[in-house]
């Protein structure tokens, strides 16, 4: 196998049949071992590189480089200047640096096995699956490396979360959040060319199968390790990224879009309502001037959740723009709603507050249209 020792080899990619692709931070304890067990696991026949993308604050990259010029396996190194979308955004940049037809992702804190390398890549050539997962709870399989039951406890919750959120795709996955996989790089390619990934937070998989949508999937138990060093990125920031991204994955079709924005436009009557009836009980206004004001309430509750949870990642202006475009479109519709509401209170004798929640959700149709076609891209595909 070809040797990397210098700095130009390990920037560039390798064109063989199988890449390593493994994200660290701050694992230079690890290192030599991984690397050891990672030559041990291979045959010296075998087309097989490394790509290490490091986000480490420590040695790790130096630990790297010394490793490359020892071992004999093709190691290339990418440090991130900026960890730009999490331990995702680390899998997915080592993957656009791969031409292989395998790609396995793997962590670099030896929970993850490298003997299990083989049998992963024998399992996919022999069964034609586009998705092989190392799986801790398929029969055979074994969670024991987590720590502590806070840790048994999250991974149990979000697997279970993410089989809920996602039945159809996820059916025969016992291990949906596996960080340990191999996956066929034109699986992969399909998705790049629809602009479909937009990985965020330590849950890689999750985002592959939903966005590349193999034909075909299959499993590997395995026992999942105890950590020997290193740090771990099961922290709180990532949890709430993964918690985000579910959000978006689900909501990612514009169908899901609408029930989400329906939701979002539900809880945007709270505050606009609650102005409402404070005005019109302790005010002199006209109810329907009283109206034009709550709707602002409304409309900022409403843009910040859209902007910021909803159509994160998804935005072709800047934040004022978007604000001011959406203020424009939310405030467009009371030539509609104001109208009709005259009509219901004048005519069919309703109060101003429930008139004004009818008029809400008659125009939530026509708002979600243009805030989806006008201030946002669609989605290259559905969750």
């Not at 290192?31 to 067990?37: A, G, H, T, V």
């Not at 992702?105 to 022999?126: K, T, W």
């Not at 092989?132 to 709870?137: E, P």
């Amino acid at each position: 196998m070809e040797r990397s020792t210098s700095s130009k080899d390990r920037d560039r990619t390798v064109d063989c049949s199988v890449t390593i692709v493994i994200p660290t931070f701050n694992e230079a304890a690890n290192i030599e071992e991984l690397m050891n067990q990672i030559t041990a696991a291979i045959s010296s026949e075998q087309d097989m590189s490394v790509v290490f993308v490091d986000d480490s604050t420590d040695s790790t990259q130096d630990v790297i480089r010394e490793a490359a010029a020892r071992f004999p396996v093709h190691v290339s190194l990418y440090h991130r200047p900026e960890p730009v979308g999490g331990l995702g955004g680390a899998v997915m940049e080592g993957i656009t640096r791969t031409e292989s037809r395998w790609i396995v992702v793997m962590d670099a804190d030896l929970q993850h096995p490298p003997s299990l390398l083989p049998r992963l890549i024998a399992q996919g050539e022999g069964s034609g699956a586009g998705l092989i997962v190392a799986s801790r709870y398929k029969d055979g399989g074994s969670a024991s490396g987590l720590d502590g039951r806070y840790r048994v406890l999250v991974s149990h919750a979000s697997r279970s979360v993410a089989k809920t959120l996602f039945p159809r795709l996820l059916r025969g996955v016992s291990d949906p959040l596996s960080g340990y996989f191999a996956i066929r790089r034109d699986v992969v390619d399909r998705a790049q060319r629809n602009d479909a990934l937009r990985p965020l937070g330590y849950k890689i998989l999750l985002e592959l199968i939903v966005r590349c949508r193999p034909l075909t999937m299959t499993e590997v138990a395995y026992e999942f390790g105890a950590r020997r060093g290193g740090e771990s990125t099961s922290t709180l920031r990532e949890g709430l990224r993964f918690l985000r991204h579910l959000f978006r994955l689900r909501t990612s079709g514009a169908p899901s879009r609408a029930l989400a924005l329906g939701m979002v436009g539900l809880s945007g009557f709270l505050p606009n309502l609650a102005v409402l009836w404070a005005l019109t009980h302790h005010t002199a206004l006209h109810y329907t001037a009283a109206e034009v004001i709550a709707n602002q309430f409304g409309l900022l509750w409403n843009f910040v959740l859209i902007d910021k949870v909803l159509y994160h990642g998804r935005k072709r202006f800047d934040s004022w723009m978007r604000l001011l475009g959406f203020a424009a479109l939310a405030n467009a519709d009371l030539m509609v709603r104001i109208p009709l509401m005259v009509l219901l209170v004048s005519g069919f004798g309703f109060a101003p507050v429930p008139a004004t929640a009818i008029t809400l959700a008659v125009a939530f149709a026509l708002r979600f249209l243009c805030v989806d076609r006008f201030l946002y891209r669609r989605s290259g595909g559905s969750a």
